[in-house]
């Protein structure tokens, strides 16, 4: 289901993407996306569930710019990314989109403040100290703020990471499992933590093989190899 | 935040690796260093050495000249004058010239202002047989001294009186044999002399010769003013080229003569002197050449082996930078998700290795600028440093030996997809 208010304000999605394939391997041999088309709306916490190999991942690599597709179009924001050069697409990323890994990806040497704060660097923005101050104490990171990652428990890795991709505050983030390997409590936090982002005019594209996930968003589409299964 | 702070954080963090690569730099720049310094070691110590041979060799022949300068002083010598057509050899063999010139030729030396001679005597010389005794003589016709004309007739008194005509001066053997004394009556190719003179044994030609007045001798022997050679004695010259002086100064006045100088102490003292430089120089020509090949060679080997050095240790930096970018391709991977260009990932890659040259080099030059004095001596150091080339290499080549090392790792790590190592595993 659509947000209502989506509907309504925005019937326009902020990203598109239009009968998608993708293959791999010698002679692409391999077909992960057989032309498959997606919409993300503004505000909108949008999720997909699937099993595992079915080309999540591979989705939203394509969404955030940093996989061109076989075929057919994506556009963000009304411009197809892959029509520009890869610097340009290195900057839409940095303004317009946010990632979160299953593995976090923290850069082993910064403590938790620097790894929020590296995500503004390509922006040459110095990063805001309230949205940091913010987001610490939100994510109950306030005490870690000195460490670094191999001093951190998952959980706090993951919130690290949230926290990071948020810091810019991005158009929309694509999180790659986020709740893959964390408890049940620390799920929570981060399901809420994307939830409320999208209430506060951004949008997030969450990938799982996790069905349960659908109950904590807005819109779930269900994808078996290929595409997305009919509703 | 900043790159300089991600580039720091990434040092602190991968300590070993960087120190490694600041070690190779080190070692690069300190054996070219080194390898500098030995060779301008060797070059100062040659030519330190090759001062001190050429001053000896001065010294000495200084002291040889001096010693020619004694014994030539107040002493004049005597020279030959013949005429330019003549064979010096036949002169050596038989102890006189066959050839002639002209009679006034000893005038026009008279009349000249010649400053160098003090006494002319111009001859008529032939071997003749003595018909009467049935021997051979040497016959010698004299003139007795033409006065030097500018010099007025009495500055100095005549070394020989001429022989006057009907007189005749015997050599010892002439006398000797044949029992005559002076005042004696003898006859000489039919006409008759009174003996004037008669010499003591000299063991020379002289002993066998026969002075008689040159107008009679040129009439004998049908060469009417002509002459052999002039005897120019007590030639005063303190230059040790006395010779070519003379020579000079009478090729001015009788350009179609000869000159040689009679046997003396100086002239051999002179060619030892010639000689002790000539071999002097010809040692230290050879020192030099072997020097020149000396650090010819050390500087072939010691330059191939700081060569050797950089290869090895680019090697090692490239290794090290392979190893140190695979433990960062899931980082390189997430700046690349996070929004940075390739310029600023090769940038973040490139500043750890030119950070590694610049310290590397900095260390190098540090101990080279402490040390190098102290091994090596002050002027190795002055002579490695006091150079153009030296301040671009310390400056530029540790810096461009790591760029270069790690060029193609670093190169591979920005191209390199990062959709790999994003997706999770
Ligand atoms: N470079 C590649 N070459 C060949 N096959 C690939 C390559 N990358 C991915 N694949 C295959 O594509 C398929 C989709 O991969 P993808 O990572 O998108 O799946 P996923 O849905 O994210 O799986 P998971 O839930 O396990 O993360 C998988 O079967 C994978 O093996
Ligand atoms: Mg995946």
Redesign the interface.
Known sequence: MIKESNLVKNIKPFVTAKKISKSYGNNNSVVVLNNISIDLFREEFLSISGPSGCGK?TLL?IL?C??NPDNGEVKIDNFNPYKKK??DR??????F?G?I???F??????NVM?NI???????GQ??DNDKLEKLLSILKLDHRRLHVPSQLSAGEKQRTAIA?AMITSPRFILA??PT?NLDEENTEIVLKALRDYSNNNGSVLMVSHDTNIECFTDRHLKMSAGGFEEK | MNIRLLVFREIRFNLGGFTAGVLAIFLSLISYLIAGSINADLRINTSKKLQLMNSELNEEVTALEDGIRKSMKGLGFNIYIYPENQDLSAVYERGYGDKTMPENYVSKLANSKIIHINHLLPRLTEMVDWSEKDRSVLLIGVRGEVPIAYRGPNIKKPLINPVKEGSIVLGYELHHAYGLKVGDKVNFLDDEYTVSITHKRRGTVDDISLWMNLSLVQKILNKEDKINTILALECNCESLDRLGEIRNEIHKILPETKIIEKESRALARAEARNLTKFTGEKQIQNFLQSKKELIHIQSIFSFGFVIIICILCSFWISHLTISNINQRLIEIGTFTAIGFGGKKIMILILSRVLLMGLIGGMLAVLLFVITCPNVFGYDVYKNVTNNFSFIIIVLIAPLTLAVMSAWIPVLRAVLKDPVDVLRND
């Open positions: 991942t690599m955030g940093l996989m890869s610097s290195a900057k839409i990323r940095s303004e989109i990632f890994f299953q593995d990806k923290l850069i082993p040497y910064l620097e704060r590296c995500s503004a660097l390509p922006l110095i990063s990071r790659d499992e893959g």
